[in-house]
């Protein structure tokens, strides 16, 4: 069964930094793009920053210059480097995971993907 664990969120005052971390553990197939995204209160969700499968990086524009993502594939697992963190970034923070196949309910599917369960962003002040 693949799980996304998720881990680095909490409280954070203005201009402070926080790395947050996605594990990916049972994905049998290849990992092709992660992304992390987040909802703020009241807001919709929003993609934060992506990696697709040729290895492009895009974010939001108003998170350019102050987070960072990468990926490391031996260990399956995705990061977010958030530095010079605003109140404005507080909000629940989700990777997402794509791979080029999945077996799901006896159904093979191409292209499939798994979201974390979410990590809590808090930014004061």
């Known amino acids: 069964q693949v799980q996304l664990v998720e881990s680095g969120g909490g409280l954070v005052q203005a201009g402070g930094s926080l790395r947050l971390s996605c594990a990916a553990s049972?994905?049998?197939?290849?990992?092709?793009?992660v992304g992390w995204y987040r909802q703020g209160p009241g807001k919709q969700r929003e993609m934060v920053a992506t990696?697709?499968?040729?290895?492009?990086?895009n974010y939001v524009d108003p998170v350019k210059g102050r987070f960072t993502i990468s990926r490391d594939n031996n260990k399956n697992t995705v990061y977010l480097q958030m530095n010079l963190l605003k109140p404005e970034d507080t909000a629940v923070y989700y990777c997402?995971?794509?791979?080029?196949?999945?077996?799901?309910?006896?159904?093979?599917?191409?292209?499939?993907?798994?979201w974390g369960q979410g990590t809590q962003v808090t930014v004061s002040s």
């Open positions: 049972g994905i049998t197939y290849a990992i092709t793009a």
């Open positions: 997402r995971i794509f791979t080029d196949g999945a077996i799901v309910d006896e159904v093979f599917y191409r292209d499939y993907d798994y």
């Open positions: 990696i697709d499968k040729k290895g492009s990086i």
